[in-house]
């Protein structure tokens, strides 16, 4: 049975979390302040010139954070990915090219695996960047760049565990990624190819072609069809409206839900009244080819719950809904 906390030791230890915190925030901020402007653009002209791939690697927590690196560079752009340096030394070194770019991550700059795997890696004709917290350790030093993590000190009580030099770590090379991300121009739907199976990828990717509701599913009426035959036609298409066009299948308005309630707020006699009459003329439309999150954000902006689509010569091409949008989990 786990014992229950004394409620003593609840503000003292809500009072260690807010002084983590604040040293793990300053020693970012430090690191932004000093960050040696010529040697990271070598690092980065060092991979953008590469014709290889960037190997990251790391021991302890240092590789957990370069294991973080790798994934965030291979996903913004730049081919990417971790090597234990322990296994490198059992043959897993045999992965690295003279074309490619080593990162080395060791705040101390002075363990042992790393060490082992410079010289072969230098033989290689690789070149090496390490990324460590002291400027003057072996591995800065065999190192063709040096970014300095260095912090003032770890957030643990007893400056021990990495804490403050894990998250320095992490924020320069996140800083790494992004400069490379920006040198490359690699844009949000480069991104979203990358991660064709997230969120940000079906928002990014999907077009408003590719979940239109279109052919003898879209509901539609010429402009001088009578309110009730625009009526069944928008009970028939499910979509909330039905489109409006003339003889050249050109839209000149739609009628929607909230247009009905209207009309029978105004007393309209459906029996006689031409649709022409009460729809909503020159409505807001979108083309096939737009992306489907911008679809959404017109449809929010506007306060409107369908949009229709058009091509060119403003004929009739598709529609979308509220709905139809949730569906394909764009919204």
Do not use: W
């Not at 690191?31 to 990251?56: H, K, W």
């Not at 949000?188 to 979940?211: K, M, N, Q, Y």
């Not at 028939?236 to 029978?264: E, H, K, P």
């Amino acid at each position: 049975m786990t014992p229950t906390p004394h409620p003593a030791a609840r503000p003292q230890a809500v009072e260690l979390a807010r002084r983590v915190l604040r040293i793990e925030a300053d020693a970012v901020a430090a690191l932004a302040e000093r960050l040696d402007a010529v040697a990271f653009t070598r690092a980065l002209d060092l991979i953008l010139a590469s014709r290889g791939r960037v190997i990251v690697s790391g021991v302890g927590k240092s590789g957990h954070i370069g294991r973080k690196l790798a994934a965030t560079l291979a996903s913004t752009g730049t081919p990417a990915y971790f090597v234990h340096a322990a296994e490198a030394a059992h043959g897993d070194l045999g992965m690295i090219t003279p074309d490619d770019v080593l990162i080395a991550v060791s705040y101390s700059g002075a363990g042992d695996e790393l060490l082992r795997i410079v010289p072969l890696v230098k033989r290689s004709g690789a070149r090496l960047i390490a990324l460590t917290g002291n400027p003057d350790s072996p591995l800065a030093r065999e190192a063709d760049v040096h970014l300095d993590g260095a912090v003032k000190e770890e957030a643990c009580p007893h400056n021990l565990a990495p804490t403050a030099s894990t998250t320095a770590s992490l924020a320069l090379g996140d800083a790494l990624a992004v400069a490379l991300l920006d040198a490359r121009g690699f844009g949000p739907e480069d991104f979203a190819r990358s991660h064709p199976g997230g969120t940000l990828g079906r928002r990014l990717l999907t077009r408003v072609s590719d979940i239109m509701t279109s052919g003898p599913g879209l509901p539609r009426v010429t402009e001088d069809a009578t309110l009730g035959d625009a009526l069944l036609e928008m009970t028939r298409g499910g979509l909330g409206m039905t489109a409006i066009v003339d003889g050249a299948d050109q839209v000149v308005g739609i009628y929607t839900d909230g247009d009905l309630r209207r009309s029978l707020a105004g007393g309209c006699d459906f029996a006689s009244a031409r649709v022409a009459d009460v729809m909503t003329r020159n409505p807001r439309t979108i083309r096939a080819e737009a992306l489907a999150v911008e679809a959404a954000e017109m449809m929010e902006r506007l306060r409107i719950s369908q949009l229709l689509v058009v091509d060119d010569a403003r004929q009739l091409t598709g529609a979308l809904n509220h709905i139809i949008l949730m569906q394909a989990k764009v919204i």
